[in-house]
C-alpha cells in the first residue's frame, strides 16, 4: 500500500472561513488526487496533479483550489468554506499501473 | 459523461456462499477496471485491478472483464462476515489518468 497521509481527521469550521486539507504520500508517485465522498453521490473528483506544480480540475472543483510544490505533498484549499462541502476528503496517488492508493479521509464539517 | 452503474444493494449472502458484485460502465474506450473495499467509516481499499478480458483470481477474489458487453464483475468465494463492506468500481478511461467511480453495492454476509 502506498503510505499516504491526511492532516488533519477532522475539522469542524464555520461558514467564511478558510480551510486548508493537507496530503503527503511517501511512495514518489507523480499523479494525486482529491475526491469528496457524499452519500448518494459516491466518490467525485475534485482536482488531480500529474506533477509538480501541474495540476487540473475534476469534476467538482468550483470553491476549490489545490497546489502541489513538491511530490510528496498536495493541499485542497476551501477558499470561503460554505456548508455544502461538508464532506469527507480523501486524497489518493496512484502508481505506473494507474492505481489508486487513499489516504484514511478528512471529515470536514461546515457549520 | 462518463458513467459507472452499480446495483447499491444491499446484496446479502449467507457465510460461506458466493457473492457476485456486477457493474457496468459507458465508455467503450476504458482501459483499467479496478475494485475498491470500503469498510464503514474507513477509506477505500484496492483489491483487484484488471486489465484485459476474462478472469483474474487472487485468493478468494475472482474479477471478470468483458468489454465487448462493457461489463465487470467481482466474484467473492467462501463469503465471511468480514467482507461485509461497500464495494466500489473503478473505470479508468482512455487516455486518462483519472477514475471514474461507481456509488458502490453494500455487501452484508449473514452468519
Known amino acids: 500500500d502506498a503510505g499516504i497521509t491526511q492532516s488533519p481527521r477532522h475539522k469542524v469550521t464555520e461558514t467564511g472561513t478558510p480551510v486548508t486539507l493537507r496530503c503527503h504520500q511517501t511512495?514518489?508517485?507523480?499523479?494525486m488526487y482529491w475526491y469528496r465522498q457524499d452519500p448518494g453521490h459516491g466518490l467525485r473528483l475534485i482536482h488531480y496533479s500529474y506533477g509538480v506544480k501541474d495540476t487540473d480540475k475534476g469534476e467538482v472543483s468550483d470553491g476549490y483550489s489545490v497546489s502541489r510544490s513538491k511530490t510528496e505533498d498536495f493541499l485542497l484549499t476551501l477558499e470561503s468554506a460554505t456548508s455544502s462541502q461538508t464532506s469527507v476528503y480523501f486524497c489518493a496517488s496512484s502508481n505506473l499501473n494507474n492505481e489508486q492508493f487513499f489516504g484514511p479521509g478528512t471529515r470536514l464539517t461546515v457549520l | 459523461q462518463k458513467e459507472v452503474e452499480q446495483n447499491s444493494g444491499p446484496l446479502s449472502v449467507p457465510e460461506g456462499a458466493i457473492a457476485s458484485l456486477n457493474c457496468t460502465y459507458s465508455?467503450?474506450?476504458?482501459?483499467?477496471f479496478f475494485w475498491y473495499r470500503q469498510y464503514s467509516g474507513k477509506s477505500p481499499e484496492l483489491i483487484m485491478s484488471i486489465y484485459s478480458n476474462g478472469d483474474k483470481e487472487d485468493g478468494r477474489f475472482t474479477a471478470q472483464l468483458n468489454k465487448a458487453s462493457q461489463y465487470v464483475s467481482l466474484l467473492i468465494r467462501d463469503s465471511q462476515p468480514s467482507d461485509s463492506a461497500t464495494y466500489l468500481c473503478?473505470?479508468?478511461?482512455?487516455?486518462?489518468?483519472?477514475?471514474?467511480f461507481g456509488k458502490g453495492t453494500k455487501l452484508s454476509v449473514i452468519p
Open positions: 473503478a473505470v479508468r478511461g482512455a487516455g486518462s489518468y483519472q477514475l471514474t
Open positions: 511512495e514518489n508517485h507523480r499523479y
Open positions: 465508455d467503450r474506450g476504458s482501459q483499467s
